[in-house]
Every structure is written in structure tokens, then in C-alpha cells.
């Protein structure tokens, strides 16, 4: 049986099967949580989670993850363990005094860490989901920062209005049709961490060169392809570090 644990929330693989009652009631004593649930899938570009609770009520906690806290509701709006690695590996990347945006923040996912484990400047967090910029907001009085700018609305309108040194694009359906206005945010020398989820013949070459068609006349260098997990079999969800000059 494959599980995740999310705060005091059991995640539980879509194919587990269970035989009664007593036994969801044994299994929350064992992994101390109030509910269990099965999240099928996540949908649309507001990342919605199609879930069904097998156990318990309540669908709402705080998730402790790299140092820094995170309140959500399963019901509402996606968590995705498998990025932790990759949230902690942003901030540690972060210069002193940068202004970061950070393109379909979420509840925070880089905006926090980066604001907890850096000397960012600004980080300029845009959301487009009205559960998850609250919870946004509400994780950024719970981490008690004050270097983070909540905006709720479409990356595509709201990232031309800034200028930034850093920009995550930390979501990997469709995310090429931002590039363009994620490279044209970008200061002179500035990074883009650019997710997608690609065939694996392909990682050395379609991300680099979805970047580098969308930069017109200004110079990309690629710094990493950092892996992140499989998405599917023969796919792979990575992310492309590259300097745009």
C-alpha cells in the first residue's frame, strides 16, 4: 500500500482497497491522524483535487515541511510531496537582496521557503485559485515573514506589471505558454526555474528549447536540468535552471 502522510491527513494510493470501517479506524491509529483520504487526481488550471474521504471529517491542517508551515484543505487545493527536495533546493539558491516571482504560487509552496530561508528582497507570489492565495496569505502570517506580495490573479496579466531577478514556474501542465512573459519579466542575467514534465528522450532537448524560442534575441544559458520524479511512465517532471542575459 503506498500512503502520504500531510500533516495529520493520510493520503492513500487509489488503488488501496479496504474491507471494512474498523479497519480505516485501525489504520488512522496506527499513522496518528484524524482523516484518510484518496485524492484521484488534481484538475484544471486552478489545481483542484478530486478526492473521496474514507474516514474522518475533517479535510483541513498544517503541514511541517524544510522548517516552514503550511495550512491547506485537501479538499480544496493540492500538496505535492514529492517537491520537497526541489522547494528547499529554490530558497538555498536565492542571492541576498533578489526580487523573486513566483508564477502559480499556490499556498506557498517556493514563496515560503524562499522568504523563510533566504535574504530575498521581495517575492512576488501570484495565484490564480481563491482557496489557495488564502491559504497563501494565511501561511504567510503563519511563518511570520514580510517579504511576500500575495496577488490573487492569471500569471499571464499580473507577471508583465514586475520586474524580477528570479522567477519559478513551478507548475507543469501548459507551462510553456508563459515562458514568453516570464522571460520578458526577467532583469538582464536574471534565472528561470522552468518546470515541465517531458519524455525522457526528450529532457536534454524540448525544455532548453522551448526557452530558448520564447527569448528572442537575448542569450540562454543552461545551468541544470535538475529531475524531480516520474510523472508517467517513460515521463519525467523536471526543472530547467537557465540564465537568460
Known sequence: MKWKRIGDILILDSKFSYDSDAELEKLSKEHNVKTIMKIDHIQGTKREPVYKILYGSETETINKENG?????????????????????RIAKLVGD???????????????????????????ISI???????????????LNKVDNITPILGDCKVETPKYSA?????????TTHHYLKVA???????????????????????????????????????????????????????????????
Open 68 to 88: 516552514c508551515l503550511f495550512k491547506l484543505d485537501l479538499a480544496k487545493v493540492m500538496w505535492s510531496k514529492g517537491n520537497n527536495n526541489e522547494r528547499l
Open 97 to 123: 537582496g533578489e526580487t523573486v516571482i513566483d508564477m502559480f504560487a499556490g499556498i506557498g509552496y517556493f514563496s515560503i521557503p524562499i522568504a523563510v530561508h533566504s535574504n530575498a528582497k521581495k517575492v
Open 127 to 141: 495565484e490564480i485559485n481563491p482557496n489557495s492565495y488564502n491559504f497563501l496569505c494565511e501561511n504567510i502570517n
Open 165 to 173: 531577478d528570479r522567477i519559478v514556474m513551478g507548475y507543469v501542465k
Open 183 to 245: 522571460i520578458d519579466s526577467l532583469n538582464e542575467g536574471g534565472i528561470i526555474h522552468y518546470h515541465e514534465t517531458v519524455p525522457e528522450k526528450l529532457i536534454e532537448t524540448r525544455p532548453i528549447e522551448r526557452i530558448v524560442s520564447q527569448a528572442g534575441n537575448r542569450d540562454v544559458e543552461l545551468l541544470k536540468i535538475n529531475k524531480i520524479k516520474k510523472y508517467a511512465p517513460g515521463v519525467e517532471h523536471v526543472v530547467v535552471d537557465a540564465r537568460i542575459n
